[in-house]
């Protein structure tokens, strides 16, 4: 038997990840410790393209007006997308990846901000925090579990000193080559796609000048027939100075064995000049674990799933995990989780990443390679320029990325499966996030939702009941007034919501309260006290 655990939560790896893990879980009370080997962020641009949902989790962690203030942009410098044929400079050019467009579905904004910038944010927030405990210069380097904790071996290299800390649970948030993912003994899939990925990080005002063309874009996707459907990409760093470019490259390719000067300005399509910050190398592949479980021990972020950086996924699925699994780690301490609610973390969230992979990355890939294939501006001009205007929208992405959890163990009376896949609607709807009341609706209600669950209801008899239910369950509950504004945007006037803004149940399946509360949480008990708050 283990000596009793230091913390509630032990968090291998303090990436962004794992410090909104520590600000979700600090901020209910939990008692955390993180281990992370850098005592600063790593000044790699990745993890920029920040998304609505993203937005709301900072605002949710109370820290939105400082990731706004991390990175600030001119007015006009736009964070829109473009796709190009051949060249960055070429004259076939369309509008793409305007996440903008599907902005009045969310409580928050769009944004693009370097992952060292948000990452610096999340640890200056997780420091604030009393429940936090924040251990720079060690990483995880074996662990144990038993049925009542886990054992985290960690090891500083510097001060060549190794220790334990003991965890209730302990989560890896260490990246694809996940320590704790492999100690805890989960396996993983891997598609590969044998490729050989460069990322060149450089500096060039010239570059800047020459994409004026482009106004308000900070990505730009380069299709070249030659690569058979994957990009060379190119992104805005610090707006107007600095990039990062990454693209396919000969396998066996180094820094002293291949041209990179030549190799870029073939991909602008013209010679400029630039000077070089980074190289670094990777291998294209998507990477899904087999379960995100097991006993005590949970993988998140690049731990759980790994994909090439096509339409900015990973940052944005990564804190979407870590939202799901603090709600349902900090109800299971405290009492009030039911014996199925961790597992529903893998039941919802897994199936979410792989549907991310194939409906939107590896669909990336596919469309692509079968236009490349079929269309040849320099065979007919006329077909290659209807086919181009056709095939590259600039809102289906957006429009169709909509992940939801319908069919989930935990959302009573949905059906199907928790997908990437889905369509924005402001009603509210049982596994989908709930958005704002209608087109222009009062965000007000964002201030109104409480931490835990929360119950919207025009009837007070529905919400004495629910309030009374959840007492007795010991489940805490915020019940709030529905407005008949609200109740005509929504499509119903009973809504419980999760403590991650997902709708749980929207009174369809009329049950009795304390068994619509259960289902929510795979069973529930212990003593916390009820409240109300107003309507608008």
């Given at each position: 038997m283990h000596p009793a655990p230091e913390f509630d939560v032990v968090i291998n790896g303090g990436g962004p990840v794992g410090m909104g893990l520590a600000i979700e879980l600090g901020q209910r009370g939990v008692r955390v410790c993180v281990?992370?080997?850098?005592?600063?962020?790593?000044?790699?641009?990745?993890?920029?393209?920040?998304?609505?949902?993203?937005?709301?989790?900072?605002?949710?962690?109370?820290?939105?007006?400082?990731?706004?203030?991390?990175?600030?942009l001119p007015k006009d410098a736009g964070i829109g997308g473009m796709t190009l044929y051949r060249t960055l400079l070429s004259e076939h050019a369309l509008d793409w990846f305007n996440r903008a467009a599907v902005g009045e579905y969310y409580f928050g904004k769009n944004a693009r901000v370097p992952q060292y910038k948000s990452e610096a944010v999340l640890r200056a927030r997780a420091a604030a925090l009393d429940t936090v405990i924040l251990r720079y210069g060690?990483?995880?380097?074996?662990?144990?579990?038993?049925?009542?904790?886990?054992?985290?071996?960690?090891?500083?290299?510097?001060?060549?000193?190794?220790?334990?800390?003991?965890?209730?649970?302990?989560?890896?948030?260490?990246?694809?080559?996940?320590?704790?993912?492999?100690?805890?003994?989960?396996?993983?899939?891997?598609?590969?796609h044998d490729r050989l990925m460069a990322l060149l990080v450089f500096n060039s005002t010239e570059l800047h000048t020459l994409l004026n063309r482009h106004p308000g874009k900070a990505i730009y996707k380069v299709l070249h027939p030659d690569l058979q459907g994957y990009w060379t990409f190119f992104g805005r760093v610090d707006h107007g100075k600095s990039w990062f470019f990454h693209a396919p490259v000969p396998m066996g390719t180094t820094a002293d064995n291949f041209d990179f000067r030549a190799f870029l300005h073939r991909a602008v399509g013209q010679e400029f000049e630039f000077e070089q910050t980074y190289l670094g190398f990777w291998n294209l592949r998507i990477a899904l674990a087999d379960r995100y479980r097991k006993g005590r021990v949970f993988i998140a972020g690049d731990a759980a799933h790994s994909h090439p950086p096509y339409g900015g996924y990973g940052i944005?699925?990564?804190?979407?995990?870590?939202?799901?699994?603090?709600?349902?780690?900090?109800?299971?301490?405290?009492?009030?989780?039911?014996?199925?609610?961790?597992?529903?973390?893998?039941?919802?969230?897994?199936p979410v990443f792989a549907s991310t992979a194939r409906d939107f990355i590896e669909r990336y890939i596919e469309k692509d390679r079968k236009f490349l294939k079929e269309f040849n501006p320099d065979k007919d001009a006329a077909v290659f320029d209807r086919a181009w205007a056709e095939s590259q929208s600039d809102t289906?992405?957006?429009?169709?990325?909509?992940?939801?959890?319908?069919?989930?163990?935990?959302?009573?009376?949905?059906?199907?499966?928790?997908?990437?896949?889905?369509?924005?609607?402001?009603?509210?709807?049982?596994?989908?996030?709930?958005?704002?009341?209608?087109?222009g609706g009062d965000h007000?209600?964002?201030?109104?939702?409480?931490?835990?669950?929360?119950?919207?209801?025009?009837?007070?008899?529905?919400?004495?009941?629910?309030?009374?239910?959840?007492?007795?369950?010991?489940?805490p509950l915020t019940t709030v007034v529905l407005p008949a504004d609200w109740k005509t945007a929504y499509g119903t006037d009973r809504i419980l919501l999760r403590p991650d803004r997902f709708v749980a149940w929207d009174g369809a399946e009329d049950l009795p309260p304390a068994d619509i509360i259960a289902a929510s949480l795979g069973g529930a008990n212990a003593p916390v006290t009820a409240h109300t708050r107003g309507g608008k």
């Open positions: 281990i992370e080997l850098y005592p600063e962020p790593q000044p790699v641009p990745k993890g920029q393209n920040l998304t609505q949902r993203t937005a709301e989790h900072f605002r949710a962690w109370g820290c939105e007006a400082e990731l706004r203030a991390a990175h600030p060690w990483q995880g380097t074996r662990l144990s579990q038993a049925e009542d904790g886990v054992r985290l071996t960690i090891t500083n290299t510097k001060m060549a000193q190794t220790e334990e800390v003991r965890g209730a649970y302990l989560v890896g948030t260490d990246g694809s080559r996940s320590m704790v993912r492999e100690g805890a003994g989960i396996s993983e899939t891997r598609a590969e944005n699925t990564g804190l979407e995990d870590a939202r799901n699994l603090g709600w349902k780690l900090s109800a299971t301490l405290q009492g009030w989780g039911g014996a199925g609610l961790l597992d529903s973390y893998t039941a919802e969230r897994r289906w992405d957006v429009d169709q990325f909509e992940p939801n959890y319908e069919g989930s163990p935990i959302v009573p009376g949905s059906s199907g499966t928790p997908s990437a896949l889905g369509h924005h609607s402001f009603l509210a709807r049982p596994g989908h996030l709930l958005p704002p009341p209608g087109p007000s209600i964002g201030d109104l939702l409480g931490p835990d669950l929360t119950l919207l209801a025009a009837d007070t008899a529905c919400l004495a009941a629910f309030s009374d239910a959840a007492g007795s369950l010991g489940v």
